[in-house]
Nanobody, 125 residues
Framework: QVQLVESGGGLVQAGGSLRLSCAAS????????MGWFRQAPGKEREFVAA????????YYQESVKGRFTISRDNAKNTVYLHMNSLKPEDTAVYYC??????????????????WGQGTQVTVSS
């Protein structure tokens, strides 16, 4: 059974940094795209960043470009989201997701078929 477990969330002041981690178990995920999504209160879940199985291709939501970096360590079955220059509008529950049905990485939320439980990120002004 596949499990994705996020960690690294917390409370940080605006301008600060956090690193989220997502550890996968139950399946080797090195060939498959992974993504980070977020959901703020009262809003729909939205795409944040995605990375191909090899790690060579990445996509970002426009609002996080230049501030967030997605990376992965396939030997550790772990994907990361490095978040710098955090803003209050980044406050949300952040979810890690895996797409085990496709080879090419996409930003489409519907493509991702396994999800973690989420980790809260709160940015104070």
């Amino acid at each position: 059974q596949v499990q994705l477990v996020e960690s690294g969330g917390g409370l940080v002041q605006a301008g600060g940094s956090l690193r989220l981690s997502c550890a996968a178990s139950g399946r080797t995920f090195g060939n498959y795209p992974m993504g980070w999504f977020r959901q703020a209160p009262g809003k729909e879940r939205e795409f944040v960043a995605a990375i191909s199985g090899s790690g060579l291709t990445t996509y970002y939501q426009e609002s996080v470009k230049g501030r967030f970096t997605i990376s992965r360590d396939n030997a550790k079955n772990t994907v990361y989201l490095h978040m710098n220059s955090l803003k209050p509008e980044d406050t949300a529950v952040y979810y890690c997701a895996a797409d085990f049905s496709h080879v090419h990485v996409t930003v489409r939320i519907d493509n991702y078929d396994h999800w973690g439980q989420g980790t809260q990120v709160t940015v104070s002004s």
